[in-house]
């Protein structure tokens, strides 16, 4: 009982702390307070961008954004006199000398449909380019997106079953409560073991239970057909984000070669032309390692993570693990977005 209270107070915890410290960002930039945090640029991490949901369990909500609130984010990133930029030309920023222009891009993990649906109208309103970062396994429904898997097994069951490790567990998951501690537990486990096998483990509890993990990742995910539609926007660009959705710092080394290279070249094929960035799955220690970014560099690939940061120009940056900074779908208001660009936020974050 004491551990189920615990479990949902953390995030309660972290949540207020971090919203905290984005509305003393807020306030502090507003008064001009700690101006050279800003840098010269910044990276947007986004995933989907949809209409709100109404269900009452969304484990991955952070991924939600609305079309309403990107519209936002574009027009205070306006207001503070920031150019738009594409990925590409933000390497090309980064590595000339300061110019006094701050810019943004957007970059959008895992080629979700809704991304053409919701937010491909809104960066054409703006002007904005975006790119699309496609995991080849993903869009030929070859492999799953285990966190979407859960998501939709846990949203229609009251009970499971399953073996953590010490033989199998009947776990209760009627109640909101119940769910998000299962959800939680399920998603440990791709650290804990082999990802490859934690997510065959968590494919086969969903189907037992009458959810087809491929049949998901087919109703999320552009097809290769819908992504050449897409490829005709002259704001979209692709880049490649594995064939597996796996953390490549955990895998053997001819692994995680082909994982980038058979990525890369499904986005050659698409856009015709030679893939020129690379997002790490997670975006975190367990894909972006030293080994992993002298792979993209043999690759001339440009490597983005998940680790938030603002940007300098002038050749300093290390073009395979350039920060990120998320649009996330728990703090979804205009002033935050002023808040991140300010920088101060990363600074209070130390």
């Given amino acids: ?57 969304q484990p991955n909500r952070i991924l939600d954004v ?51 649906l919701h937010a491909r109208p809104v960066f054409a309103t703006h002007g904005a380019p975006y790119t699309i970062f496609i995991s080849k396994g993903l869009s030929d429904a070859s492999h799953s997106a285990w966190w979407e898997t859960l998501a939709a097994l846990l949203r229609q069951v009251d009970r499971i079953d399953f073996d ?23 998603s440990n486990i791709i650290n804990r073991i082999d990802e490859s096998a934690a997510v065959a483990a968590i494919d086969a509890l969903a189907a037992r239970n009458g959810v087809d993990a491929l049949e998901v990742c087919r109703d999320l995910v552009m097809t290769k057909a819908e992504l050449l539609d897409l490829a005709g926007d002259p704001l979209a660009q692709y880049g490649a984000h594995t064939v597996s959705h796996r953390g490549l710092a955990r895998l053997a080394d001819a692994e995680a070669e082909a994982e980038v290279a058979d990525s890369a070249a499904y ?4 856009t015709g032309r030679p893939c020129r960035s690379f997002a790490y799955p997670y975006g975190d220690a367990r894909s972006v390692s030293p080994r992993e970014r002298e792979r993209l560099k043999r690759h001339g690939l440009i490597g983005v993570t998940t680790r938030p940061g603002t940007l300098r120009a002038g050749g300093a940056a290390d073009m395979q693990a350039l920060p990120r900074v998320s649009l996330n779908g728990l703090y979804q208001k205009a002033r935050y977005v002023r808040a991140l660009a300010s920088g101060l936020p990363f600074k209070l974050m130390g």
Avoid: W
């Fill in 164 to 186: 953590f490790g010490r033989g199998i567990e009947n776990l209760p998951t009627a109640t909101v409560a119940q769910k998000q501690v299962a959800f939680d537990r399920l």
């Fill in 66 to 116: 609305t079309p309403g609130f990107l519209d936002a984010v574009l027009v205070a990133l306006r207001e503070l006199d920031y150019d738009f930029v594409s990925l590409e030309a933000a390497a090309e920023r980064l590595l000339a000398p300061p110019t006094g222009r701050r810019f943004a891009c957007f970059t959008l993990d895992d080629g979700f449909r809704d991304n053409a």
């Fill in 267 to 270: 986005v050659a094929e698409l």
């Fill in 1 to 57: 009982m004491t551990d189920g209270i615990v479990h949902r107070i953390r995030p309660v915890a972290r949540q207020a702390a971090i919203t905290a410290g984005l509305e003393l960002a807020a306030i502090l930039s507003r008064f001009g307070v700690g101006k050279d945090a800003a840098g010269d640029g910044l990276i947007f991490t986004l995933h989907h961008v949809r209409p709100a949901s109404a269900a009452a369990f």
